[in-house]
């Protein structure tokens, strides 16, 4: 995936839920020459915020590894088109922020996102029960905004 990304021009925001996966990523990248930023749980607030200058302001980083915690949250990222979610979380509005990272004030590029996913793995059973619960989300936001609508449009009465 990486080759074709980088040959057609893309940036990549690269998340996972642990060190170890970016590690072996990182190793990859390394091997293949690919300049790269990362954001985990070790990395202290003054270098978190020089790898995302540094991966906004220039071209030079073709991949940014973030985890997905450490990284998903209130950063704006729209300098990359592209959002690899290589492992889910229990919790889909965490992968959900974390695709937000590209979809900011600024992207000019339709994003794409790609979630690595093998059939028969805990990760299929992880991804199917947090879709699922994403789904109540919105039912339940649906159900709530559907309900509300009468009050919203013409005030609540006494």
């Not at 965490?94 to 590029?109: E, K, L, P, S, Y």
Request: charged share 25%; hydrophobic share 40%; glycine share 6%.
């Amino acid at each position: 995936l990486f080759p074709k990304l980088k040959a057609d021009g893309h940036r990549i925001l690269l998340f996972s839920q642990m060190r170890m996966v970016l590690d072996l990523v990182e190793s990859y990248l390394k091997m293949k020459d690919y300049s790269f930023e990362r954001i985990d749980g070790n990395v202290t607030g003054t270098d978190r915020q020089a790898a995302i200058d540094r991966f906004q302001k220039t071209d030079d980083a073709f991949v940014f590894l973030l985890s997905t915690r450490a990284g998903g949250i209130g950063i704006n990222l729209a300098s990359a088109d592209t959002v690899i979610i290589y492992d889910s979380d229990w919790n889909p509005q965490n992968d959900v922020q974390a695709q937000a990272r590209c979809h900011r004030i600024g992207q000019t590029h339709h994003v794409k996102v790609y979630r690595l996913i093998t059939s028969r793995t805990y990760e299929k059973d992880m991804f199917v029960r947090a879709s699922l619960k994403l789904g109540l989300d919105q039912a339940i936001l649906k159900s709530m905004r559907d309900d509300n609508l009468p009050a919203l449009k013409n005030g609540a009465s006494a």
